[in-house]
């Protein structure tokens, strides 16, 4: 069953196509990897698969177990920021953590944006921090953590709301390998567990060979896709 699918998505800013007829099906609780070269679309391929950017043309739907199905490119502004806070997370390469805020405050921001009780969101923004292997680092700032450390709480915070899909726009891109290979790790037994859609964007094989499918993107469309062997 598809969660996601992408039909004939187009986009282009200014005399840039982007994105030049994308057809996609994600499908529920796969862990997909998007690869390609810099430039190539992935991202706003990603953005339009997760409302973030209306597609110049093309639909978006959106099929979540049992719930309708809805079109995202046709929602309002207010209805997909609505729907991205509710069902999606995001993880990206870096910078996404409030410097003045504490991990574990960092973590419970999506829950009490989602209206969940203070005391319910630390619960569980400590708990999954500690499946994390950040326990002992919650009242740390970010600046006082390492790279892999960092991503790992930005997974936390994707995660802490028990989203629908995950969306990573290179998640591992500014580590070392084996501190990529670590957040990798935890991530995917955290999402494998949840049930979680994941659409990935890497450039690193490595990290790819964790999904159970790749696709490639070139010039805007995707130009091969296959099943890599189990
Ligand atoms: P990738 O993620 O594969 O590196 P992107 O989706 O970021 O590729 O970009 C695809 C093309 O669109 C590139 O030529 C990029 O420069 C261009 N592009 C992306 N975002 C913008 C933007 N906001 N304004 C202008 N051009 C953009
Ligand atoms: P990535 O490797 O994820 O594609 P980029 O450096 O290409 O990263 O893009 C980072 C951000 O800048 C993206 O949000 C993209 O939409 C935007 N961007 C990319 N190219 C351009 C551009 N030519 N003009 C304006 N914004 C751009």
């Known amino acids: 069953d598809s969660i996601l699918s992408a039909r004939d998505l187009r986009h282009s ?3 840039t196509d982007a994105l030049r007829g994308i057809d996609l099906d994600v499908q529920a609780g796969e862990v997909l990897a998007v690869m390609g070269p810099s430039g190539s679309g992935k991202s706003t391929l990603l953005h339009c698969l997760a409302g973030v950017l209306t597609p110049g043309s093309g639909t978006v739907t959106y099929s979540p177990t049992n719930q309708p199905m809805r079109n995202i490119s046709g929602l309002s502004e207010q ?3 609505r729907l ?3 069902d999606f997370g995001f993880v990206f390469q870096f910078g996404q953590l409030l410097p ?3 991990a574990l405050d960092n973590v419970s921001i999506p829950l009490l944006l989602a209206g969940t009780k203070r005391s319910e969101a ?16 919650s009242e740390r700032l970010p600046g006082e953590l390492s790279g892999g450390q960092a991503q790992r709480v930005a997974v936390a915070r994707a995660l ?6 995950l ?22 037994e955290l999402v494998r567990e949840a049930g979680t859609t994941v659409v990935m964007i890497t450039h690193d094989p490595r990290s790819a060979a964790y999904a159970d499918r790749e696709v490639i993107v070139r010039d805007g469309a995707i130009s091969a896709g296959y099943r890599l062997p189990v």
């Open 160 to 165: 802490v709301t028990a989203p629908s899909v």
């Open 167 to 188: 969306f990573a726009d290179e998640p591992t891109g500014s580590l070392d390998s084996l501190a990529s290979e670590n957040v990798l790790t935890l991530m995917l």
């Open 84 to 86: 991205r806070l509710t």
């Open 13 to 15: 800013f200014g005399p």
């Open 79 to 81: 209805d997909r920021s």
């Open 122 to 137: 630390l619960r569980r923004s400590a708990e999954l921090l500690e499946r994390l292997d950040l326990a002992s680092m």
């Open 100 to 102: 003045e805020l504490t």
